[in-house]
Nanobody, 128 residues
Framework: EVQLVQSGGGSVRAGGSLRLSCAAP????????FGWYRQVPGKEREGISAIHRTDNSTYYADAVKGRFTISRDISKKTVYLQMNNLKPEDTADYYCAADTAFLVEPSGMRQPRPRASWGQGTQVIVSS
């Protein structure tokens, strides 16, 4: 089974920064969209950012636009989420996902298909 391995995350004060990494050594990058999702217990999983498999176009949910940046390093087979100016409402479990189907639709970012691959998740806690 091909795996995504996440790293980064942790606790930070409001206004601080964190970077999440998602290593995808077994993936063909031009065949997969990568996305970052987050979930707070008791709430639905929210898609916050995605990067297109070939043209590097990016998507950001309104809640993170202007503060978060998704990027990928194909030589390292890693996708990143740089999170700046963090807010307490960014506190959540964060997951990366890879899907051979496009993650961004005209209506916004969709949830990955059941056959998509997921990272193990990492917790981000932002204190005020």
């Amino acid at each position: 089974e091909v795996q995504l391995v996440q790293s980064g995350g942790g606790s930070v004060r409001a206004g601080g920064s964190l970077r999440l990494s998602c290593a995808a050594p077994g993936f063909i990058f031009d065949e997969n969209d990568f996305g970052w999702y987050r979930q707070v217990p008791g709430k639905e999983r929210e898609g916050i950012s995605a990067i297109h498999r070939t043209d590097n176009s990016t998507y950001y949910a309104d809640a993170v636009k202007g503060r978060f940046t998704i990027s990928r390093d194909i030589s390292k087979k890693t996708v990143y989420l740089q999170m700046n100016n963090l807010k307490p409402e960014d506190t959540a479990d964060y997951y990366c996902a890879a899907d051979t189907a496009f993650l961004v639709e005209p209506s916004g970012m969709r949830q990955p298909r059941p056959r998509a691959s997921w990272g193990q998740g990492t917790q981000v806690i932002v204190s005020s």
